[in-house]
């Protein structure tokens, strides 16, 4: 019996030593398991929504996507979690996730607090109000003594605050624990006012009994930079999520898209362009990737115009303008540093 | 302690007390060795991955709302104080909802065992309609069938001055003026000499066996003597009636829909549980024991009071202790159709907030702990209070 017991306090006390501070790159991780796990939102159309086979598509499926075929060259490695806008940080502290690619707001605590880094911005958003039309409101300086219903656990909770705050309106809060049941909550007449991030207006919108009957209001009250998350302290994780990000934005100012890209590797005369793709130099192995792996993202993905189109575009039912997403040479804030 | 069983050998680890003592420590000193490295593993992965511990965050000020709040809040103040209203909110609903619970539990029990056909048919297809839905499924219903059924605010029910919409059901608020003072030295008045009258009555009745309805009469006497004083006093109360506005209705009282669901949900569901408990106390009662009041000439509901209840709640106390925790408990289900209780607020949105995961899940659980030991400590005394007494 005595032995058992020191038996037992000394493998503990060998553990002890062994687990603290025993972590290991993301990058081995997940190369060892073959797949990269992402947290995405549960069911925002255009942004990560998954069809009735399972198959998962939104821009911030892409962002994961992309990530994925830098790594293995294969878009479809990559598993997704959904999560709650509650749990959705501590799944990544936690390491149940590897990157939290769910329309997360940058903000400075998040960065500094959490033991979280953000990457590149993947959407501009703005938190935007959503009433009925037969309401008769045209703006959101009407809206003194609404009720106003939100998710719960998101930034969108303090902003709402403080602009009624600032503006010395009342109103009353009903925060409900998922954005389903918040919006379910707004469509059967519980509260006048929905609000989250613009885009999420637009894309809960094409989701109510009757889309055309309701209205989002011209004012942006917030600033939402939407970016992926890693955790804090593994830098070649950070720069390959950011990258991966960055080289879509690249792709599209180049005019490198996914229908192209074969083409254009083959004939280019330009140096930029051959880095980039891995014809010339060292870019990939900088990262502790494969050569191809810019080429793989936009083969497999598409470059950053091409993801906006297809997921969120006017031809979509999400229907979002361009806006301050296009590419700063046409009006936007979508600006990536140069791969070289 | 020391009753050696080989008694020529005297040594110390011989004797059965001490070899227990010793594992005991041993025991106790591998529970705090696990539970320190459990601990200093969490601080040094926390610190390693960059993220802040601790409760200074409580101070913050908090910066969102909160619907349901009985002690003044506003966004300006604390998550500390943010916390106490999430706390409040959970205890009231568990409370309000055990009374309910109870109540319906009783009602149901007794129907379920009734002579009368349809009664007892009926007390049966709610308890197990009842026990077998989820409960969180109870409670989208209560709140999102019921709500779609309401109509808007501008078209809402009106009873004289009570208002009912889909933002809940709006009464009169109460408005108290100069002059009050005096209606509450009547109320105390009136209860003192209720004390009084069943103190008398009681003594009348071990004295000359004449029975008095002592509890009856204290209610027409603390009703009659606030009333009085109210009079006297002239009415010093105003009453603040709800009012349609653009959006809402304002001034009044108002009880969200939020709570009326949790509440409705909670206590039909538990109270289907508790009256299967009452079915069993009171089946466990044998029937001779009503023959034997009976044939004593005690009245039907005396002998249910006097007789039958007293000894089916030996039986009943345990169980419905269970029920009490399980309804606390489930009170955190609210989350989900937003009445803001302590999971909605603390971990919902104070853990988004700040990220203190481990602060935020630990006081959560350290509050439902202690309110369920607290539910169970005091039934235990119940229940001690209650069992037979043998002398």
Same mark, same amino acid.
């Given at each position: ?7 037992? =306090? ?39 929504? #998954? ?9 911030? +499926? ?72 037969? =309401? ?21 909770? &303090? ?9 010395? &309106? ?14 379910? #909550? ?21 989701? &109510? ?75 990939? #192995?900088? =990262?502790? =990737? ?8 936009? #083969? ?11 997921? +969120?575009?006017?031809?979509?039912? +999400? ?22 | ?7 020529? /050998? /005297? ?29 200093? /593993? ?28 009985? %002690? ?25 909802? %055990?009374? $309910? ?126 009333? $009085? ?52 106390? %009171? ?12 044939? $004593? ?79 169970? %400590?005091?039934?235990?005394?119940? /229940? ?8």
């Amino acid at each position: 019996m005595k032995s058992n017991v020191s038996k037992l =306090l000394s493998t503990a006390a060998i553990a002890a030593t062994f687990s603290v501070g025993a972590t290991a790159a993301t990058l081995d991780d997940v190369k060892a398991k073959g797949f990269v796990q992402c947290g995405v939102s549960s069911g925002v159309p255009g942004f990560s929504n #998954a069809d009735d086979k399972g198959n998962w598509s939104g821009i911030d +499926v892409d962002a994961c996507r992309a990530v994925a075929s830098a790594i293995f060259g294969d878009g479809q490695k990559a598993k997704f979690t959904p999560l709650s806008a509650k749990e959705r940080l501590t799944a990544l502290q936690s390491g149940e996730i590897d990157v939290l690619t769910r329309n997360t707001t940058w903000t400075y605590t998040r960065d500094a607090s959490l033991g979280l880094d953000f990457t590149a911005v993947n959407f501009y958003d703005g938190q935007g109000f959503m009433v009925r039309k037969d =309401l008769g409101v045209t703006t959101a300086m009407d809206l003194d003594g609404a009720t106003v219903c939100t998710e719960q656990g998101t930034t969108t909770e &303090l902003n709402m605050a403080d602009f009624f705050r600032k503006n010395k &309106l009342s109103y009353v809060p009903v925060v409900v624990q998922k954005a389903d049941e918040a919006l379910a #909550a707004y469509d059967s007449g519980r509260c006048d006012v929905y609000t989250t991030d613009k885009s999420g207006l637009a894309a809960h919108r094409t989701k &109510l009994a009757d889309p055309k009957a309701h209205l989002i209001l011209p004012e942006t009250i917030s600033k939402e930079p939407l970016a992926p998350v890693v955790r804090h302290g593994d830098n070649q994780w950070k720069d390959i999520v950011t990258w991966a990000l960055h080289v879509q934005v690249n792709a599209e100012e180049m005019g490198i898209s996914s229908k192209n890209v074969a083409k254009i590797k083959s004939e280019t005369n330009d140096p930029s362009i051959k880095r980039m793709l891995g014809v010339e130099g060292d870019m990939g #192995a900088q =990262l502790g =990737l494969p050569a191809s792996w810019a080429y793989d993202i936009i #083969a497999n993905v598409g470059n950053y115009g091409e993801i906006f189109e297809r997921n +969120v575009g006017p031809s979509t039912p +999400v229907d979002i303008p361009r806006g301050l997403n296009a590419l700063w040479t046409e009006g936007g804030v979508m600006y990536a540093p140069p791969v070289r | 302690m020391s009753d050696n069983t080989t008694p020529n /050998n /005297n040594s110390f680890l011989h004797d059965a007390g001490n070899r227990a003592m010793i594992f005991q420590v041993l025991l106790l000193a591998v529970v705090v060795f696990v539970g320190y490295y459990l601990f200093s /593993n969490l601080q040094a992965n926390l610190d390693n991955r960059g993220i802040s511990t601790g409760f200074s965050f409580f101070n913050e000020p908090a910066g969102f709302p909160i619907l349901i709040h009985l %002690i003044e809040y506003t966004e300006a103040n604390t998550y500390g104080r943010a916390f106490f209203v999430a706390l409040i909110n959970t205890i009231v609903i568990s409370l309000l909802g %055990i009374v $309910l619970a109870t109540i319906i539990g009783v009602i149901m029990g007794l129907a379920r065992l009734s002579k009368n056909w349809l009664v007892a048919r009926l007390a049966t297809i709610y308890i197990e309609v009842m026990r077998n839905i989820p409960l969180l499924l109870q409670m989208f219903f209560w709140y999102f069938a019921v709500l779609a059924a309401l109509p808007a605010p501008a078209q809402s029910y009106e009873f004289a001055d009570f208002l009912l919409n889909k933002r809940g059901i709006y009464s009169p608020n109460p408005m108290i003026q100069d002059g009050f003072g005096l209606v509450v030295f009547g109320f105390i008045l009136s209860i003192v000499a209720s004390i009084g009258l069943v103190i008398w009555a009681k003594k009348r009745q071990t004295k000359t066996g004449l029975w008095f309805p002592a509890y009856w009469s204290s209610l027409g006497l603390i009703i009659g003597i606030t009333f $009085l004083f109210l009079a006297v006093a002239g009415f010093p109360i105003e009453f603040d009636l709800p009012q349609k506005s653009r959006f809402n209705v304002t001034g009044g009282m108002v009880l969200p829909p939020e709570f009326v669901a949790v509440l409705v949900a909670l206590s039909t569901y538990t109270g289907a549980f508790i009256a299967e408990i009452v079915r069993a106390g %009171i089946l466990s009662v044998n029937w001779g024991q009503t023959e034997a009041a009976r044939s $004593l000439g005690l009245r039907d509901n005396l002998t249910q009071r006097l007789i039958v209840l007293p000894q089916a709640l030996r039986v009943i106390i345990p169980p419905l202790t269970s029920q009490y925790l399980n309804l606390a408990k489930n009170s955190s289900l609210g989350a989900a159709i937003a009445y803001p209780e302590l999971v909605a607020v603390v971990m919902g949105t104070t853990l988004n907030q700040t990220g203190q995961a481990i602060e935020t899940i630990g006081l959560c659980m350290l509050v439902y702990g202690s309110l369920s030991l607290s539910i169970s %400590i005091f039934m235990n005394w119940y /229940n001690s209070k209650m069992s037979l007494i043998e002398r």
